[in-house]
């Protein structure tokens, strides 16, 4: 059966300005000229769902954009994208971060205290989507406060429908409780969490042992990424570790979603959870060689291709 | 005369976007919140038309501008204050150029200035035949963009042959256009309305402003309005050579209290006062612009300007 869309991308959108470089005596002038200032479109769903729309999903974002001619054109960049914009809320002012960058490099943010709760309240959900989408990609529990209290229930209505839900998280800062935190995972299908969050959520330092834990909560598959050393993966088939690919990276900012985006794309294209784990550590990989969350990766393609230039065709699995 | 316009207001355009509270802490963290962010509209042409489409004449500005979110919120500020937006040289594909404003907790503020992907304001992209249909032509500043200086004295020509008023407001010199160009602009010109610093680079430091103006009188310029600051501004045509007091009052932000005097000014010429009358008038819009926050948000109305005009003894009716 053909559905309209692969993925569902929920979370959040951002609009960086990059701003270099900055000297650190600035509050003691009236201007400074700096070289260059960029603009980004950044946020995790905005990162994850631009990437699986360059790797060839056909995916549909849903996100909070401010009420204001800046959100509004944050969206017909995404939509320039090949990212449909059909799940997009508009509500309060376009969130927004100043990056400073100084001369050695040193980034230092400023973030626009957010007033609203983000995407996630019950209404923001859109559940007539389910019947047109695969997968469910969430770019972070523990991000927007609404997602946090209204996931559970959409995840669990998208795996009665047959959707395959996948989530990302950062650390929790003690704002949801374990219960909750439990009651999501109760209907995720794929968690991909960083070690340390592994950690915080059930106190083990052993990977294989975290992945366990989480397993027995809900999820059928958990990977646990370990940065610089790859990644541990877990489904009902065994436990393995997955080796970094060999790049030479510049900037790590946005690596994760790219990572969860490969995951996402290439489990919709049919790869085993083995498979998509490997080319998620691809796409993870490339993209921290380029400045910028969503310069490095251009398409499936180029990530086959250098998957097989380094020996690892995820066919061969 | 039966023309569309009163003016049209050629110059700099340029998005300020403003955060607060910022101090030089934010180096000492890795990230730091701002209460808000918004942005305003500034640059010369701006400030002048802005304040006098507020003093209800019928402007339009020409300036470079991008097609992004923020063109859109500019544009709207501009239809609030009655300004045609028509004549704007909208730069595809580019971002609207933008100045970052840190905004400290005590109100002082530090701007970060960089170059953008346009700023290329330059001959070609005057426009001809809108100056047969506008009263006055007014250059927001000689200087403010070096690309454009060099195309000046033919468009001001140009303006002349077409039976406009011609004004001029001036800039420091920091794209090191020569002075020749200065002295062809002022053969076309009715107006000149310059500052202290700008005389003094023409002039030398022993600079008298009696005999800037004669020398700018005698280069063809018909009026000569000298902006002083908070002392006031020197004119001089043909009937008047004197000193005109500004409005005594305590200044909360001189930013565009320059643009704003012009504004005034222009409306004083549009009526067909005389220079002194005009002078005055001008004092007065600057004295608005200084008590408040922003380049361009004091002035409100032409009634408002009026009230605090006739409180100098030498406003005649």
């Not at chain 1, 940065?227 to 030479?248: N, T």
């Not at chain 1, 990530?303 to 995820?314: E, L, Q």
Request: charged share 25%; proline share 3%.
């Amino acid at each position: 059966m053909s559905k309209k869309y692969d993925i569902l991308c929920v979370g959040g959108l951002i609009q960086d300005f990059l701003v270099q470089p900055i000297p650190t005596d600035l509050f003691d002038k009236d201007a400074v000229h700096v070289d260059s200032m960029k603009f980004n479109v950044g946020g995790d769903a905005a990162n994850e769902s631009t990437i699986m729309a360059k790797l060839g999903a056909k995916v549909i974002l849903g996100t909070e954009a401010g009420d204001d001619e800046t959100g509004r054109g944050l969206i017909r960049y995404m939509e320039s994208q090949g990212v449909d914009c059909g799940n997009v809320v508009y509500r309060g002012q376009q969130r927004t971060n100043i990056v400073m960058i100084q001369e050695d490099g040193q980034r230092t943010f400023v973030v626009l205290k957010h007033k609203s709760r983000g995407f996630g309240e019950k209404t923001d959900f859109d559940y007539d989507l389910l019947d047109n989408i695969r997968y469910i990609s969430v770019g972070s529990i523990h991000i927007a406060e609404a997602l946090d209290e209204n996931l559970a229930e959409y995840f669990k209505a998208a795996q009665e429908k047959g959707v395959v839900t996948v989530a990302d998280m950062v650390s929790n800062h003690g704002r949801q409780s374990l219960e909750d935190f439990k009651e999501i995972m109760k209907y995720t299908d794929y968690l991909i969490p960083s070690e340390l969050e592994a950690q915080e959520l059930t106190g083990e330092t052993d990977p294989e042992k975290m992945a366990d834990i989480i397993m027995s909560w809900g999820p059928k598959g958990v990977i646990i990424k370990l940065g610089g050393e790859g990644s541990f993966i877990k489904d009902a088939d065994g436990g393995v570790h997955v080796k970094p690919f060999p790049v030479h990276p510049i900037d790590t900012t946005g690596a994760g979603d790219n990572f969860a985006a490969g995951f996402v794309t290439a489990l919709s294209k049919g790869f085993t959870f083995r498979q998509a784990a490997e080319f998620a550590s691809a796409v993870g990989s490339l993209s921290t060689e380029k400045v910028g969350s969503t310069t490095a990766v251009e398409s499936y393609d180029q990530v086959i291709t250098f998957m097989k230039k380094c020996g690892r065709d995820p066919m061969a699995l | 005369m039966e023309r569309d316009l009163d003016v049209l207001c050629v110059g700099g355009l340029v998005c300020d976007f403003m955060i607060r509270p910022v101090d030089a802490g934010v180096f000492t963290r890795e990230v730091s919140y701002m209460e808000a962010a918004e942005s305003n509209v500034g640059g010369d042409a701006a400030n002048e038309s802005i304040v006098m489409g507020k003093l209800a004449n019928k402007v339009a500005i020409s300036a470079e501008i991008g097609d992004d979110g923020t063109a859109n919120e500019l544009k709207a500020v501009f239809a609030k204050s009655g300004v045609n937006t028509d004549h704007l040289i909208v730069r595809k594909n580019k971002k609207t150029r933008t100045n970052i404003v840190l905004i400290r907790p005590d109100g002082e503020r530090h701007f970060v200035i960089f170059p953008n992907g346009y700023d290329e304001f330059c001959g070609k992209d005057l426009d001809y035949e809108v100056l047969s249909r506008t009263k006055v032509l007014s250059i927001g500043s000689i200087h403010h963009l070096p690309l454009l200086d060099p195309a000046l004295p033919a468009y001001l020509k140009a303006g002349k042959e077409a039976g406009c008023i011609t004004s001029a407001d001036m800039c420091p010199n920091l794209g090191d256009t020569p002075n020749e160009i200065v002295v062809e602009c002022c053969k076309y010109l009715d107006y000149l309305i310059p500052s202290e610093g700008e005389m003094r680079d023409l002039f030398g430091e022993d600079w008298t402003p009696q005999e800037a103006a004669r020398t700018l009188r005698n280069w063809g310029v018909k009026h000569v309005v000298i902006k002083l600051g908070a002392e006031g501004c020197y004119i001089q045509d043909d009937v008047y050579d004197e000193f005109v007091p500004s409005f005594r009052v305590k200044a909360i932000d001189t930013t565009g209290a320059g643009d704003s005097f012009a504004g005034g000014f222009l409306t004083g010429v549009l009526k067909g006062w005389d220079l002194k009358k005009c002078a005055i008038f001008g004092a007065a819009t600057g004295c608005i612009a200084v008590q408040s926050i922003g380049a361009n948000t004091g002035v409100k109305s032409y009634e408002q300007v009026l009230a605090v005009a006739k409180t100098s003894p030498d406003w005649k009716e």
